[in-house]
């Protein structure tokens, strides 16, 4: 694997840079003019570069970041709007979960600014979480008239309580690194001038630790049944995708697009 060099106007439209450096792949999500948010294509060449990496000797760990001063602020909306609904394929963007969920080696997410929806619930599915202190964490669903993606329903119970859980997405107010932190969201707070130094000291050390040990560490850390952390991944999807016909999101969205606070109407269930 090298480093893609990607032209300014595919720049654009969000791509995703590669570079294999030391045994270190580092995926950058790049989407300058939306704060790195993440449009199918860019998730097509997520999934398919772990589905490589995971099978190449030569990668022992997986940085995963965002260009610039921002991580991701989400999915693209605009993706929403041509998303096809009647496919029986699944989305582009339940293919990336799951090959980062089931993704056999160490992956090191570096958090350099706004991790926005599945910017957070992608986090989850990390072995490591460093921040910059300036970094902004939010599960916005609710708000938008959606539900929670990315196993989250199922994985931020188990990781933080109900309680903690429930707040944090029914809620769905934006939180820092800290709180992130004192949540068990995120292993540390850097700087914003060392978090890069400080996540490449940490890949080296786990790419020159023996791998085959490593990785078995790594799936008994993840002691959950696999399987139901990828039917929980697909429930979610189909419900998801219901929402993202319904008039609450349409009406979140006009709003976003108006800069204007929703107007939401009561609906029983």
Do not use: W
Request: glycine share 4%; aromatic share 8%.
């Amino acid at each position: 694997m090298q480093q893609d060099d990607m032209s300014q106007n595919k720049l654009t439209i969000g791509v995703i840079k590669q570079h294999l450096d030391k045994n270190i792949l580092t995926l950058t999500m790049s989407n300058p003019t939306k704060k790195n948010a993440i449009n199918y294509e860019m998730y097509s060449a997520l999934s398919q570069a772990l589905d490589e990496a995971a099978i190449n000797q030569e990668v022992h760990v997986v940085i995963l970041t965002g260009e610039g001063s921002a991580f991701t602020s989400g999915n693209d909306v605009n993706a929403f709007q041509t998303r096809n609904t009647t496919s029986t394929e699944p989305p582009s963007s339940i293919v990336f979960l799951k090959s980062l969920a089931t993704f056999p080696k160490p992956i090191i997410a570096k958090v350099n600014g706004v991790a926005i929806g599945i910017g957070s619930t992608m986090l989850l599915h990390c072995d490591l979480v460093y921040a910059s202190q300036n970094s902004i964490f939010q599960f916005p669903f609710v708000n938008l008239g959606l539900v929670p993606e990315a196993g989250s329903s199922y994985i931020l119970p188990r990781l933080l309580g109900f309680a903690r859980a429930s707040e944090i997405i029914l809620l769905g107010e934006k939180f820092s690194a800290q709180q992130a932190k004192n949540y068990g969201l995120v292993n540390n707070v850097c700087e914003e001038n060392e978090l890069n130094q400080f996540v490449e000291d940490t890949a080296t050390k786990l790419a020159n630790k023996p791998t085959q040990a490593l990785q078995l560490s790594k799936k008994l850390l993840r002691d959950m049944p696999i399987d139901d952390l990828l039917n929980r991944i697909d429930h979610e999807s189909t419900i998801f995708s219901h929402c993202l016909q319904g008039e609450e999101f349409k009406e979140a969205l006009s709003a976003f697009k108006e800069k204007r606070k929703p107007i939401f109407h009561k609906h029983i269930i």
